[in-house]
């Protein structure tokens, strides 16, 4: 039987860019070990106080339909959050509760971008972008950054790829390079929107992932909070990331249009989860900064790792739970020197060329083990890439 072409053009044909992955994977089936530094996920689990809200609320009874565009408690402790941090005020009718940062980055698009039309990411970029951006009916177009320039996009090139499109979508702190955009990129980026009256989507997942600097929300630049749909989730910030919980935050009158979307697609979020993220964010900023501080930790070992030789080069991370390592030095792709690293050291990181073709030549490093093991396999890496470069 015939699919639809939306369907079957979401990976856009290509690899799914998780071969090195699979790989191991397929090792550690067959008993062999493999440190793997590939997915974003913590190696701690959810607290267990928020798993006892978890419970407390589903056996009082919270298990039935909740409210579709989520609870009205739950709304408020996001809209409080986000006015608490960028000084925008923001209520319960600014925020959609939704399945996650990723529902979030589909619905966002569904609202924005008429099927045809063009919308904007950056490269590197979130394996699953285009495929959103396709799933929504819309055309991925890629500004391709370089790592001269940190991977953040010039005001040029914003300027130029922006021009009669619908949607401009950005993400800082940055999934894969761990950068933290600038004053400057984000001056640009509010620039280019206003210029050429696009929507922005910008994801914030990573906000409480910050190592230097400091977060800030483009939606709170002049002239952006009317044309800026912002994408959070409890996935990062509280280790929730089974939980399948986030937010849109938006004008008001786009929210209750996605509301639509969400009566008609995911019809809510379960009320137990979202009574246990509502308790999540009551704690205060103390629960985020422990969940994520083992990754501000073995950042530092990482620059330490790093220090005193020059064939591995790290992209300054200022933020995620990442680090793109440069390996140009080695003469390989990043997808080979992950290959090889994995044959010969059964250690799996993610080839750079899966998250974009600004990427090649580099690795993602996920700082997702604990430290001991985390900088052994780093120590590993650095002298299987200086073996190669000597060849
Ligand atoms: N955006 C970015 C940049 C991500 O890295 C992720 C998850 N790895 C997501 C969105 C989606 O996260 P979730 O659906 O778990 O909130």
Known sequence: MKLSHRITNITGGGSDGWDVFYKARRMIAEGIPVTELTIGEHDIRTSPAILEAMNRSATSGHTGYAMVPGTLSLRKSVAARIAARTGVPTTAENILITPGGQAALFAAHMAVCDPGDTAVYIDPYYATYPGTIRGAGAVPKAIVTTPDTAFQPTSAALQEATKGVASLLVNTPNNPTGVVYGQETLAAIARACIANDL?????????????????????????MEERTLVVGSMSKSHAMT????????????????????????????????????DFALKQGDAVEEEVAAPFRRRR?????????????????????????????????????????????????VMPGESFGAAAAGHVRVAMTIADDQYLDALNRLIAFASELAAQ
């Open 300 to 348: 530092a070992l990482t620059m330490q790792a790093l220090a005193g030789q020059n064939v591995v080069r790290a992209v300054p991370a200022q933020g995620a739970m990442y680090v793109m390592l440069d390996l140009r030095a080695t003469g390989m792709s990043g997808d080979a020197f992950a290959n090889a690293l994995l044959d010969a050291e059964h250690i799996a």
């Open 199 to 223: 929507w922005l989507i910008s994801d914030e997942v990573y906000d409480t992932q910050v190592w230097e600097g400091h977060h800030v929300s483009p939606r709170s630049l002049p002239g």
């Open 242 to 277: 089974g939980s399948r919980v986030g937010w849109i935050c938006g004008p008001a009158e786009a929210i209750s249009r996605i509301i639509n979307l969400a009566t008609h697609t995911t019809y809510g979020v379960a009320g137990f989860i979202q009574d246990a993220a």
